[in-house]
């Protein structure tokens, strides 16, 4: 049980597209989902916080209007990356929980590549 | 604010070799600490957890004991298998519900 998926697992695209990025929990309401996104041998850094519903949560730093964040059912939340550019490819994971304190399960990430 | 230090990487071993990747943190209070692995191409998966201190977490062979004292998590595994080959996250759970993760050390293990 507690199945994420992510969709697209690797994108290509040219520089100055927007791109989605879907995450869903295929087997149990996710109140809170989070996004992170992994540099090339570092950590991964958490984007922000959705809860179904509401606005996102961002981190420092993170760009809201650059990382769209919607989380609008218990099953689906989607990170859309706006004109988007070489810097911005990277490491994108999901991961959900179905509880406040609730262990968060993992989608298997996607992989970004702005040309 | 909270952190989490774990031993920088490559780790390469040879089969059946015992492993011990290095994890401390810095908390208030006091965490849940997480071990993830994450295989090539792949999301990150759990691999074991501890809630309270002197808790082990265990799974698959790998260990790793809560020490309050020590502020650490270390994880080991008495005989690696090439198909332990990964990237290794040791992570604490934030006062947010969110997860605090180390840098990752990637371990290989060759046959």
């Known amino acids: 049980g507690a199945v994420v998926s992510q969709h697209p697992s690797r994108v290509i695209c040219k520089s100055g597209t927007s791109v989605k990025i879907e995450c869903r929990s295929l087997?149990?309401?996710?109140?809170?989902m989070f996004w992170y996104r992994q540099f090339p041998k570092q950590s991964l850094m958490l984007m922000a916080t959705?809860?179904?519903?509401?606005?996102?949560?961002?981190e420092q730093g993170v760009e809201k209007d650059k990382f769209l964040i919607n989380h609008a059912s218990l099953t689906l939340s989607t990170l859309t990356v706006t004109s988007a550019h070489p810097e911005d490819s990277s490491f994108y994971i999901c991961?959900?929980?179905?509880?406040?304190?609730?262990?968060?399960?993992f989608g298997d990430g996607t992989r970004l590549s702005i040309l | 604010g909270d952190s989490v230090t774990q031993m920088e990487g490559p780790v390469t071993l040879s089969e059946e070799a015992f492993l011990t990747i290095n994890c401390t943190y810095t908390?208030?209070?006091?965490?849940?600490l997480f071990w993830y692995v994450q295989y090539p191409g792949e999301g990150l998966q759990l691999l074991l957890k501890?809630?309270?201190?002197?808790d082990k977490g265990s799974n698959k062979g790998f260990e790793a004991t809560y020490r309050k004292e020590t502020t650490s998590f270390h994880l080991e595994k008495g005989s690696v298998q090439v198909s332990d080959s990964a990237v290794y996250f040791c992570?604490?759970?934030?006062?947010?519900?969110?997860?605090?993760f180390g840098k990752g050390t990637k371990l290989s293990v060759k046959p």
């Open positions: 991961s959900a929980r179905d509880a406040p304190r609730g262990p968060q399960h």
């Open positions: 087997d149990f309401q996710a109140t809170t």
């Open positions: 959705s809860n179904e519903g509401s606005k996102a949560t961002y």
């Open positions: 908390a208030t209070g006091y965490p849940s």
């Open positions: 501890a809630t309270k201190a002197d």
């Open positions: 992570a604490l759970g934030g006062s947010q519900g969110n997860l605090i």
